[in-house]
């Protein structure tokens, strides 16, 4: 079992930053493909970021050259460090998980194939 836990959200004007951390209870999380994905009021799930093992990033397209995930596998923790905010990106973040080893050199973009979510953390962008 995995358990992911988020922490970091909160709220911040325009133009400012966060970081967001996600401790992963899981020895075996430098295997692992790990995500950030965020889903605002009335909309769909969306992915934000993904690293895998051998630390190949992707991004979405709203967030490339604003956020920049990363990976500690020596302390079970993914962050994902957010700047230049704007009212967009005001959502609840949640961090995943994609233990399938058949994936772990592809960072996926889609909901189905992350088989541990942690609990979600706000975000929240004033303008």
């Known amino acids: 079992q995995v358990q992911l836990v988020e922490s970091g959200g909160g709220s911040v004007q325009a133009g400012g930053s966060l970081r967001l951390s996600c401790a992963v209870s899981r020895r075996t999380l430098s295997s692992d493909v790990m995500g950030w994905f965020r889903q605002a009021l009335g909309k769909e799930r969306e992915f934000v970021a993904g690293?895998?093992?051998?630390?190949?990033?992707t991004y979405g397209n709203s967030v490339k050259g604003r956020f920049t995930i990363s990976r500690d596998n020596a302390n079970n923790t993914v962050y994902l460090q957010m700047n230049s905010l704007n009212f967009e990106d005001t959502a609840v973040y949640y961090c995943?998980?994609?233990?399938?080893?058949?994936?772990?050199?592809?960072?996926?973009?889609?909901?189905?194939?992350?088989?541990?979510w942690g609990q979600g953390t706000q975000v929240t962008v004033s303008s």
């Open positions: 690293i895998n093992w051998n630390r190949v990033r």
């Open positions: 995943a998980a994609d233990t399938d080893r058949s994936r772990s050199y592809f960072v996926s973009r889609e909901v189905r194939d992350y088989d541990y």
